[in-house]
């Protein structure tokens, strides 16, 4: 039988060691922590099967390792223990999935019945979530782990593919991943992104041409199609095609025969299509920006990759993924925490060029939370109140002052204010100030 690993989480070194002693005899192998920021550090190194925490420490409290505990490693249960037990807080916790409250002293046959149960009803090791790795795509998320399995039964079959995520989810390593693991690995990847290529110039760099059939065609050209035979051929920002190329791009796609411009001769293709957009390609049909048919030649299958706001549990593995091409370095427990806190809406590439950032900036070998956070840029928005909010900030800061030179009086208060007093005596309600 496996021996199963605790984590004691108490600022109360004569407790804790008191705890580990009794936990250890009844065959438990414990480790102790006497503060949060260690208890994540030794969560990200040891296999740990629960965590038991006191509710009240210095710095950060049992709650918010718990939300910490939550975010990066979704499936570990954690107990709460605390000398200053209230029914209200037992609650609270247990309604944000704690899985067990305990009052100190700690009745040691009691927590025994809860650590038996929790283990139980713990998914076992094999099935938990685990880092995992698809020809480039790292990921440790129960939502990546579904999406994988996906790609895995999807990239075998020959059916187009359409790839939808905001901008840096990975789109494209996802494309390069199907292709690697398909039938055609050994053919070519061709990727376009069909954005970033001038709508006059991308028809010949998808189709080819021959010479002389516009001013400049100096020579016979083959296009990314015909580039791409018996291999995959990636169309990333599809919506932004123009609509006179989808229906080219349909034709090659129903006939699989393409024509390069200039030419009556039409070379036959073998070509699986990947395509990928940050927009939704179903919004451009409706609009009418984008070929009802063609949207469902290319989306026989689709996959849309969560946001890194959605899977916040594969920040830790990505960053430290990105980290190892930079040396033997590491992020402080707090550095960590910034990073899981931040709501990327750059994704995974904004978390690459921040991970890049900060390890540039440290000479040393330990990243720390400043450092990352002189590398996350500033939310302006986020600071920014609302006009409601601004407004009712001013009024309470002006009520305020405007005691503070009456000393209290509120009918010396009203008159400098310029209103009558009992507007006063409801403007102080509403802001809940009492004049002393
Ligand atoms: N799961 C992953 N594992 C490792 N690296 C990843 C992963 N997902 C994305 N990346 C990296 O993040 C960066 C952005 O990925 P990619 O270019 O595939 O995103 P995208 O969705 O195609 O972006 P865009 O919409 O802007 O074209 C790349 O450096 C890529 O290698």
Known sequence: MTVSNLLLVDDDLHFSELMSIRLESLGYQVFVAHRATLALSILQKQRIDVVLTDLRMEHMDGMALFQEIKKRFSALPVIMMTAHGSIPDAIAATEQGIAGFLTKPVDISALQDLLNTVLKARPSSESASQPGQFFGLYYESDAMHTLVHKLEAIARSKAN?????????????TAKAIHSASEVASGPFVAINCGAVPANLLESELFGHFKGAFTGATKDKIGLVQAADNGTLFLDEIADMPLELQVKLLRVLQERKVRPIGGQQEYDVNVRVLSASHKNLWDAVQNGLFREDLYYRLNVISVTLPSLKERPEDIPLLANHFLTSFGDKSFSPEAMTRLLNYDWPGNIRQLHNVVEHCAVLTPSKLITDSTVESALPVNTTAMMQGLNEAKAQFEYDYLQ??????????AQAAVVAKRNRSDFYKLLKKHNIAPS
């Open 401 to 410: 002052k405007v005691l503070a030179l009456c000393q209290g009086n509120v």
């Open 161 to 173: 593919i359409m790839i939808q995520g905001e901008s840096g989810t990975g789109k494209e390593v």
